[in-house]
């Protein structure tokens, strides 16, 4: 009778190692991000989701990054914003560094009006001036991935990208998130009131999207995502995820997309956990302009440059300079003091080129 016993606990114990088993590892929006999925179909799922671009290696890249040595990696994480009738633009954009001997990760937050130089992969003598966001309506992931690698002059090694309409049937599936709104407002529909409350996937995308009511603009909005994307790490960690792990991963395999493998993702889980121990998030300093085409984040080519060497530092790169841009703005804020100031231009000049 007691063998009887301990031979069903053991079976238990191994039915519930195999649930409790973490598949997907990812670091998203600020906290990072982890997809916790059960074994017998997540091959499948990880398989839906993998969607790998044209080139095997960064251009800014000698080789291929191996798990195996420990290299440290890059990965753009973006929210994409697609509608009915609308080729889509990125809501929500960042870098991670994961250094796993250093054990430690930079975040860095991009905002989505930053006014850069967007990179054709397939036309790369061609150039044009817009807002950062843009790359993708233009180009698509790969679009997005070379101009933000212009933009640091550091590699981008593996993109995630979640579609933003898609985000609330995650946050459905975890059975929603309790988050302690600071701002009341109302945002397509959906009221929210200050306090603490429970939010299901309708409410937690506009809390995640709201940013005119904010008096931080796009930084309380970043701050909002961070919180939301935490929140989900959560409600995927507890038990009674557990059971309901076919929504979690029907509502991942529709809405994300990447080019990290199955095996790449185990890799990370196996050697790369401990560098999410310590976590830097980093704030671009910049100046906003109202020009007579719209609103603009301006970045200056030194602040630029700082960034560059700290995050190339990080991947364990040499510091090279990055392309000058003199897009006519300078940032008046150095590094240690991110208040953003508010301009307004009156004339502005969109570039597109087709250098010889």
């Known amino acids: 009778m ?20 973490v598949i997907v590892f990812f670091l998203l929006i600020g906290g990072g991000l982890y997809f916790y999925n059960v074994y017998t179909n997540v091959a499948s799922a990880v398989n839906k989701m993998n969607k790998p671009i044209h080139r095997e290696v960064s251009k800014k890249r000698e080789a291929k990054v191996e798990f195996e040595q420990k290299d440290p990696i890059s990965i753009l994480m973006v929210g994409v914003d697609e509608r009915e009738g609308d080729g889509g633009r990125t809501d929500s954009m960042l870098v991670l560094t994961v250094n796993p001997e250093n054990k430690t990760t930079k975040i860095l937050s991009i ?28 180009g698509g992931i790969e679009m997005s991935i070379e101009t933000v690698e212009h933009f640091l002059n550091i590699p981008i090694d593996y993109y995630v990208q979640v579609n933003m309409e898609g985000f609330k049937d995650i946050v459905d599936a ?20 200050k306090g603490p409350q429970h939010l299901n996937g309708e409410k937690a995308l506009q809390y995640a999207r709201m940013r005119k009511a904010d008096p931080k603009g796009d930084a309380g909005r970043q701050e909002r995502q961070r919180e939301v994307i935490s929140k989900i790490i959560e409600q995927g960690k507890s038990i009674k995820t557990l059971t309901n792990y076919d929504n979690i991963l029907g509502a991942l395999e529709n809405n994300i997309k990447t080019n990290l493998t199955l095996e790449d993702i185990i890799g990370i889980q ?31 080519d030194e602040t630029r440059q700082q960034l560059s060497d700290q995050l190339r530092e990080q991947l364990g790169l040499p510091s090279q300079p990055v392309e000058k841009y003199n897009l006519g703005a300078q940032n008046k804020n150095d590094s240690s003091n991110n208040k953003n100031t508010t301009k307004k231009v009156e004339t502005d000049q969109f570039i597109e080129s087709d250098q010889k």
Not at 2 to 21: A, D, E
Not at 175 to 184: M, P, Y
């Open 2 to 21: 007691q063998n009887t016993r301990l031979g069903n606990k053991k079976k238990k114990k191994k039915i519930w190692l195999r649930l409790s088993l």
């Open 111 to 138: 905002a989505r009006d930053t006014r850069t130089k967007l990179i054709y992969p397939d036309k790369p003598t061609k150039t044009k001036i817009d807002k950062i966001n843009h790359a993708y309506a233009f």
């Open 174 to 193: 975890v059975g929603g998130i309790d988050v302690d709104n600071q701002i009341a407002f109302e945002l397509d529909g959906v009221y929210l009131k």
């Open 270 to 300: 196996k050697d790369y956990k401990p560098a999410a121990d310590t976590i830097e998030r980093i704030e671009i300093p910049g100046d906003g302009m109202l020009t007579n085409t719209g609103w603009f984040f301006f970045v200056s």
